[in-house]
Every structure is written in structure tokens, then in C-alpha cells.
């Protein structure tokens, strides 16, 4: 049938963007769920911020070590790591300070046990109700900044994935310079799933990683 993400933007009523809303968070806990060994941990998250001297940001942890800088996922504005405009606005400007300060380079990973569950679909789903054609414009230039941001940092960025990665949470690794991943992590791009075209530049570096016929 048709993806639940379609026909909420098929849809002119409230109701029916409402309850896509619920299929596709079923879609998404669904595709952690069948795999994840462990629940998120939120008083991991608590923990990590304790031991920051300054509290920042909202959604991501940033220290700041000897020669390098380390970013961390740590959302509070969406579940499971998910990128909405304010996590990737927070990103991004992390980012741009360590492209400025002396940090050699930048350590990218998350707090708990999943890396990124990509774009917060439910963030997206429920401002089309107010103005659709404003919302969708402002959602592709919040991910437009983001992937470019990642495409112009002249530092390195070492990636750590301690989880699943899905989507734009997958696509933005091949932009950046090395990748680890530990035992429990593992990497799902269901664009067609959700009606979705592929994000993070992937459609290019995919192919040239992996070959076409992959």
C-alpha cells in the first residue's frame, strides 16, 4: 500500500496527518525494536551532562579535549537521536566552532545505545498542519545546511557508531572521514519505506563505496 508518510502529505485534514503520525512511529520502533539489545538509557544522558562544566546546548553534549573536540547525540527535543531542525542547527554550530578554534579534528558519536535514527518525521508531520508549503521548505533547508556543513568541514571528523543508524543518520557517514563501529551497530536507509527520496548526498557516495550494483 501507500506509506503512511505519503498520504499524510496527500492529506488536507488534520486527522488523517494525525494518524500517520502514530504509523509512522510503529514504522520507525519497529526497525529498532527487531535489532536493539538494549532500551536508551536515560540516565546515561543525565550522566554525561553531569560532568559537563557548561550546559550549552539542548540536544547534543560537546567537550572540548586535549587537540580535539567531541560531539555527542544526546536529543531531548525528539526520541532516539532523531534529527529535527533544532538538533542539526545545534550540530552545525558545533561544528563551525571547532572549524574555528584549535581542535585538529572532531570526534562525532551518541549517548545510549542507538547512534541516529535519522530525520524526526513526527517533528515534521505535525507543523503540516499549520502551513505545509512553509514547513516542507523550512525541513529541506534545515537538511540542506546540515549535509553541507559536514560537506565543507576542512577538519577531520572520526565518526564513533555505537548503534543503529538509520537514514540521514546513515548518509552523513561516507561525508566524513573515518568511521568506527562497534558490535551492536548496524546501518538502514528505508527511504522507499516511507515514501522517502534518499538524503545526505547518499545516492552519490553509496555507489562509489559500495558499487552500483549494491
Given at each position: 500500500g501507500t506509506p503512511t508518510f505519503m498520504e499524510a502529505l496527500a492529506a488536507n485534514g488534520t486527522s488523517n496527518i494525525?494518524?500517520?503520525?502514530?504509523g509512522v512511529t510503529a514504522s520507525k520502533?519497529?526497525?529498532?525494536d527487531d535489532r536493539r539489545d538494549q532500551p536508551f538509557d536515560k540516565r546515561l544522558r543525565f550522566s554525561v551532562r553531569q560532568t559537563e562544566s557548561a550546559y550549552r546546548y539542548r540536544d547534543i553534549v560537546v567537550r572540548k579535549q586535549d587537540g580535539f573536540t567531541h560531539i555527542l547525540l544526546?536529543?531531548?527535543s525528539s526520541e532516539n537521536n532523531s534529527l529535527n531542525p533544532e538538533v542539526m542547527k545545534e550540530v552545525?554550530?558545533?561544528l563551525n566552532t571547532a572549524a574555528a578554534d584549535d581542535s585538529k579534528l572532531v570526534l562525532f558519536s551518541a549517548v545510549g545505545s542507538i547512534f541516529c535514527c535519522g530525520l524526526d518525521f513526527i517533528y515534521f508531520i505535525?507543523?503540516?498542519?499549520?502551513?505545509?508549503?512553509k514547513e516542507s521548505t523550512k525541513m529541506a533547508e534545515a537538511i540542506r545546511n546540515f549535509v553541507n556543513t559536514f560537506i565543507q568541514f576542512k577538519k577531520p571528523i572520526i565518526v564513533a557508531v555505537n548503534?543503529?543508524?538509520i537514514g540521514l543518520g546513515a548518509s552523513i557517514l561516507p561525508l566524513c572521514d573515518v568511521v568506527w563501529a562497534n558490535?551492536?551497530?548496524w546501518f538502514q536507509t528505508p527511504y522507499?519505506?516511507?515514501?522517502?527520496?534518499?538524503?545526505?548526498?547518499?545516492s552519490l557516495t553509496f555507489p562509489r563505496i559500495m558499487g552500483l550494483a549494491s
Open positions: 494525525q494518524t500517520s503520525v502514530t520502533r519497529r526497525f529498532i544526546s536529543t531531548k552545525q554550530s558545533a505535525r507543523r503540516l498542519t499549520d502551513d505545509r508549503k548503534g543503529p543508524a558490535e551492536k551497530a522507499t519505506t516511507f515514501g522517502q527520496s534518499p538524503d545526505g548526498c547518499s
